[in-house]
């Protein structure tokens, strides 16, 4: 039985990985903690608390950045793993305000390595089989790329956002721990997802909701930059199959092989939407709005990740359109 605290579980990413994690590992320990920001989806907090199926998790709220609440936490639940994921994620807010970035990614993260080498090194370490504490972290860390190359495990560090800067801090820190106090790790660094559950603020969810409430769709700049997308349950797999099969101190890179413009995946929403009606609802013209480039607006990420592939076999398998539909169809339920 492993005993698992997974921080930002009520977040997009998060709450698949657990819903994921109850239907495999029912003999798991899943240890939820959340700090239900704006970003946190509460209908899903319901679910843990009250759907029967979620009887091996236990939930706690709070901030990763708390120590006495995360010295509770591994004291009384005796945490074997970490899956982190909690972080402050959008761009845009980060341009905003830098520092809750800092804060939140860099200062949180440092406190769950605190009490992981506290509680899994020394004295009170023995006896533990296999701790873990995995870092699940993001692309943009590596910067951006022009038309040409791929991101991979070995790319340099090359931030743009207070944000990219804020998660390569925190990768930095996670390899520190591991190299200063033999902290046992791994890290994935993942490129853009989606599905069900995102937060509206981020381009396909605002996208979809847009549409389907008459509102304008923002498109930055021209529209050109490019994403590599991954589907949030096709990440998910990755995440299990990394956490159970990696080698302690590597890195992967998680891509989905689907790059597209932000005009493109606009596009493609529109496509997906009017195909649900006898005749087409939607023109792009009429909906797209071009607005003021963001700063620093990276061009194109994308991720080669054969490492993965190769080393644990994973690759990811949910087809654009079948995933695209699922999300749209979850929106539409919520508008």
């Known amino acids: 039985m492993k005993r698992i605290l997974i921080t930002g579980g009520l977040g997009f990413i998060g709450s698949h990985l657990v819903e994921h994690f109850t239907e495999f590992y029912p003999n798991y320990l899943l240890v939820v903690l959340d700090a239900e920001t704006y970003a946190a989806d509460l209908d899903f907090k319901d679910e843990l ?91 943009e860390v590596y910067g951006a790329l022009d038309e040409y190359g791929y991101f991979e495990e070995t790319t340099a560090y090359d931030p743009k956002s207070p944000y990219s800067a804020s998660k390569a801090a925190s990768d930095h820190m996670v390899r520190a721990y591991g190299n200063t106090y033999s902290l046992p790790f791994v890290i994935s660094n993942c490129s853009n997802n989606y599905g069900p559950r995102q937060h ?56 989905g092989n689907l790059e597209l413009s932000n005009l493109k995946i606009v596009r493609k929403i529109i496509e997906n939407i009017n195909s649900m009606f006898s005749t087409p609802k939607y023109h792009e013209m009429k909906i797209i709005e071009f607005v003021e480039d963001r700063k620093g607006h990276d061009f194109r990420y994308a991720i080669n990740h054969n490492k993965l592939n190769y080393d644990i076999g994973w690759e990811p398998h949910t087809p654009f359109e079948y995933g695209m539909s699922e999300t749209i169809k979850y929106y539409m339920g919520k508008i």
């Not at 901030?63 to 074997?80: A, E, G, M, P």
């Not at 390595?113 to 533990?128: D, F, I, P, Q, R």
């Open 49 to 139: 608390l009250n759907n029967e199926k979620f009887k091996n998790v236990k939930y706690y709220y709070g901030d990763i950045r708390d120590q006495t609440l995360i010295n509770t936490i591994f004291n009384v639940n005796n945490i074997d793993n970490v899956i982190h994921l909690a972080a402050e994620s959008h761009v845009d807010n980060s341009i905003e305000n830098p520092n809750i970035f800092a804060d939140v990614n860099v200062l949180g993260t440092m406190n769950l390595l605190n009490h992981a080498v506290k509680y899994w090194t020394g004295e009170k370490g023995k006896g533990l089989k296999n701790p873990l504490f995995y870092h699940v972290s993001t692309d």
């Open 200 to 255: 509206a603020e981020k381009l396909i969810p605002k996208t979809i909701t847009n549409i389907l409430t008459g509102k304008k769709v923002p498109v930055y700049g021209t529209g050109l930059n490019i994403r590599d997308w991954v589907y949030v349950k096709d990440h998910v797999l990755a995440i299990d199959m990394i956490f159970h099969q990696s080698v302690v101190g590597e890195t992967y890179c998680v891509g």
